[in-house]
């Protein structure tokens, strides 16, 4: 069964500190993969995308990486804002469907 | 250009009634997709369409759910009759090209709250 699971639920930090994100997948043929941003009230944006080729790839203070070979992708923030706070989506294509994690809750405190 | 729109963004209904949610995507943009958000889901894909027609429509919960895309410009969602269950985020995103690797844009999301 196509899966994407997403680690930590949630997470609290405080402003300035860096933190990383986890996602692991179990969809096969793999297509892409995609971290979404989503701040409360709003609908997700993207940040990233990845193919299978790819192993890094960055905007501005969040870089994420693909490891396909275990199936799994981090995002690493890096300096943290108040405004990092939002929930972060990881989705996986197969070239035909879209499957949703259900994210990480991230809270940044002052 | 304006984002996707949709409307209303917040509905509160009674359970029994119908509910019809509200969507243009953005202009010139070949798919439509519709998504229901929970908590304890997160977000699971409902129903899409390209060029109008519907693609792939295994994710509605049931008959009680429908879509129509009349036009490039214009869908709807409708629940008929509405549950307590149904109560969720549903949001309508659009995108370029639908191979997974174009990326979909949402819209705000429409606030349904079945009492």
């Not at chain 1, 997403?6 to 993969?33: A, D, R």
Request: proline residues 5%; aromatic residues 10%; hydrophobic residues 30%.
């Amino acid at each position: 069964k196509n899966q994407v699971e997403q680690s930590p639920q949630s997470l609290i930090i405080l402003e300035g500190k860096n933190c990383t994100l986890q996602c692991n997948y179990t969809v096969s043929p793999f297509s892409n993969l995609r971290w979404y941003k989503q701040d409360t009230g709003r609908g997700p944006v993207s940040l990233t995308i990845m193919t299978f080729s790819e192993n890094t790839k960055s905007n501005g203070r969040y870089t994420a990486t693909l490891d396909a070979d275990t199936k799994q992708s981090s995002l690493h923030i890096t300096a943290s804002q108040l405004s990092d706070s939002a929930s972060y989506i990881c989705v996986v294509s197969d070239a035909g469907k879209y499957i949703f994690g259900t994210g990480t809750r991230l809270k940044v405190l002052a | 250009d304006a984002g996707v729109i949709q409307s209303p963004r917040h509905e509160v209904t009674e359970m029994g009634q119908e509910v019809t949610l509200r969507c243009k995507p953005i202009s010139g943009h070949d798919y439509l997709f519709w998504y229901r958000q929970t908590m304890m889901r997160g977000l699971e894909l409902l129903i899409y369409f390209n060029n109008n027609v519907p693609i792939d429509d295994s994710g509605m919960p049931e008959d009680r759910f429908s879509a129509k895309m009349p036009n490039a410009s214009f869908s709807t969602l409708k629940i008929q009759p509405s549950e307590p269950r149904d109560s969720a985020v549903y949001f309508c995103a659009s995108s370029l090209g639908g191979t997974g690797y174009n990326e979909q844009f949402f819209g705000p999301g429409t606030r349904l709250t079945v009492l």
